[in-house]
């Protein structure tokens, strides 16, 4: 399986400066859409861009993280802007505080990796109890093809910290297909795309990374 490669644009988006939407996100909100899925829950939502965009198509949306500051930030905007398909609240993936089987679908965007393989495994199992059955889960996580990969201290297997500019205190795991395969055994069907992302800063500046980009049903 060869790489896709697609260029990514550093723009404003909902008054914050972030990467622009990946068609493969936008691809599976169509998704989402066709099968009925209302209810999602978004887990390392940040400042919020996929949590607004999701509710701006008629998605309830609950958006959780650890960073206050981006959720107290996230809080003011849906405030103003009157979006009140949103709720927010300070939660770890590790321990959601959810019913079993209350969400249609759930997103977790560049934040999955951020753990070490042990976490990943108990943040995909608590992932899968509060999904409905048919549910859908999508994430994207490092590959160990990316440039970053070997690079900082290693702390386990595939483990690093220090490995990515601007996460140097946190740990990043790399995996591969048939890792996937391993840590996704309890979903019935899964695709999964191999993105090489080039995200432009500016016109002299850019980043790469590779990353498998997943949608478990």
């Known amino acids: 399986m060869d790489w896709n490669i697609i260029q990514l644009q550093v723009e ?125 889960f999508l994430f994207d996580i490092l590959s160990i093809e990316d440039d970053s990969y070997g690079v900082g201290q290693e702390i386990e297997p595939n483990t690093f910290v220090g490995s990515r500019e601007g996460e140097e205190d946190v740990p990043h795991h790399y995996t591969d297909i048939e890792e996937l395969n391993k840590l996704l055994k309890d979903f019935s069907e899964m695709k999964i795309q191999k993105n090489q992302y080039h995200i432009v800063i500016d016109s002299e500046n850019e980043i790469i990374s590779r990353v498998f980009d997943v949608l478990a049903y």
Not at 18 to 30: D, G, K, M, R, Y
Request: glycine content about 4%; charged content about 20%.
């Open 12 to 136: 404003n988006i909902y008054n914050k400066l972030n990467i622009s939407f990946t068609p493969f996100f936008l691809e599976a909100v169509q998704l989402f859409n066709k099968k009925g899925c209302r209810k999602v829950l978004d887990i390392g939502c940040g400042y919020g861009k996929h949590s607004i965009y999701l509710a701006e198509n008629d998605f309830s949306v609950t958006s959780i993280d650890t960073n206050v500051q981006a959720l107290e930030w996230l809080k003011e905007y849906i405030e103003k802007k009157y979006i009140n398909n949103i709720t927010v609240m300070r939660a770890d993936m590790n321990h959601l505080p959810f019913e079993d089987s209350c969400f249609d679908a759930v997103i977790c965007t560049s934040v999955l990796h951020h753990q070490c393989l042990k976490q990943i495994q108990n943040s995909i199992s608590e992932i899968q109890r509060v999904l409905k059955q048919g549910g859908y």
